[in-house]
């Protein structure tokens, strides 16, 4: 079992930056591959960053290609989520989620089998 709490975020204008935080419990979130999504008024959730159990492989949107950039630290029981050059079309409540096992943090949303209460964005024009 692993409970998740995001924080991180808040009201932020076009170009600048936010950096998301995931708290973890439970002894097992090394061996989780976690993600990113995000979830748009009216719109359906969406992936946005993955990051494998060991942190070394990596998967984006491309909405968010070279803006953004997922991190963990497994000591800490931490997931991160930096994100630069921020675009009203950003704006959503994002949601960090634990997947599989050994997973690569590539996986479809339906693996995904923990769910934090989410933490809002918005960015203004």
């Known amino acids: 079992q692993v409970q998740l709490v995001e924080s991180g975020g808040g009201l932020v204008q076009a170009g600048g930056s936010l950096r998301l935080s995931c708290a973890a419990s439970?002894?097992?979130?090394?061996?989780?591959?976690m993600a990113w999504f995000r979830q748009a008024l009216g719109k359906e959730r969406e992936f946005v960053a993955g990051?494998?159990?060991?942190?070394?492989?990596?998967t984006y949107a491309d909405s968010v290609k070279e803006r953004f950039s997922i991190s963990r630290d497994n000591r800490k029981n931490a997931l991160y989520l930096q994100m630069n050059t921020l675009k009203p079309e950003d704006t959503a409540l994002y949601y960090c989620?634990?997947?599989?096992?050994?997973?690569?943090?590539?996986?479809?949303?339906?693996?995904?089998?923990?769910w934090g209460q989410g933490t809002q964005v918005t960015v203004s024009s």
């Open positions: 990051i494998s159990w060991s942190g070394v492989t990596t």
């Open positions: 989620a634990a997947g599989p096992s050994y997973g690569l943090g590539n996986n479809p949303k339906d693996e995904y089998n923990y």
């Open positions: 439970g002894r097992l979130f090394s061996s989780y591959a």
